[in-house]
């Protein structure tokens, strides 16, 4: 039962324009929701998170936004650029971090 | 000056083996983790202690075993190793259950 979906194994983005990676999740107990990137050989790096109260929370160039009526989460990421190239992660939690598996985002220039 | 740092980073053995992997944290974190990610890039969560206490254990089989002997600190141990347990490995800690996890960069623990 994959409580955490992300439905886009992969996205392609020119450098300068705006990411969007999308996220979907079932557990509706879920009070705080997190985006983790990850390079290749490393552990998840944490990001930026949203607390189920809110419904956008910013910081710099990212963007998450939450619409917990449709049980979706999203994350903006602009411009991009090349070093954000990697595997991008969403994952919420009550008691416990669930994650999705995740959208490899290639910024190409 | 790692935050989260776990030993080995590679580990190749043969099956049936016993192996550890060993994890610190010097962030003064509360509640540390181990994760596997399998072949599929899942990430999910196998065991959560909190102040030394386990507070989730998944179902993992009980070849794998976590030990924290104080709170900077959670190993895992595991017997009979079988090859579906090749995997990366991540240890992560928070500062308490609920909030960011930081994580180690992973041990790659490939069965032969």
């Known amino acids: 039962d994959q409580q955490v979906k992300q439905n886009s194994p992969s996205l392609s983005v020119q450098e300068g324009r705006i990411s969007i990676l999308n996220c979907d999740y079932t557990n509706s107990m879920f009070d705080y929701f997190l985006w983790y990137k990850k390079y290749p050989a490393e552990g998840p790096t944490f990001l930026i998170s949203?607390?189920?109260?809110?419904d956008k929370n910013e910081d710099g160039r990212f963007t998450v936004f939450l619409n917990k009526s449709a049980k979706h989460l999203s994350l903006h990421i602009v411009p991009s650029q090349p070093g954000d190239s990697a595997v991008y992660f969403c994952a919420g939690t009550a008691s416990k971090l669930t994650f999705g598996t995740g959208t490899r985002l290639q910024v190409t220039l | 000056d790692t935050a989260v740092s776990q030993t080995p980073k590679y580990l190749v053995t043969q099956m049936g083996n016993d192996k550890s992997i060993k994890c610190e944290q010097n962030?003064?974190?509360?509640?540390m983790y181990w994760y596997k990610q399998d072949s599929k890039k899942f990430l999910k969560i196998m065991f959560s202690y909190n102040n030394k206490e386990l507070i989730i254990n998944e179902t993992v089989p009980n070849r794998f075993s976590p030990k924290s002997p104080d709170k900077a600190h959670l190993n895992l141990h595991i017997n009979s190793l079988e090859l579906g347990d090749s995997a990366v490995y991540f240890c992560?800690?928070?500062?308490?259950?609920?909030?960011?996890?930081?994580f180690g960069q992973g041990t790659r623990l490939t069965v032969v």
């Open positions: 992560a800690s928070s500062l308490t259950v609920n909030t960011e996890a930081f």
């Open positions: 949203i607390s189920s109260i809110k």
């Open positions: 962030l003064g974190h509360d509640t």
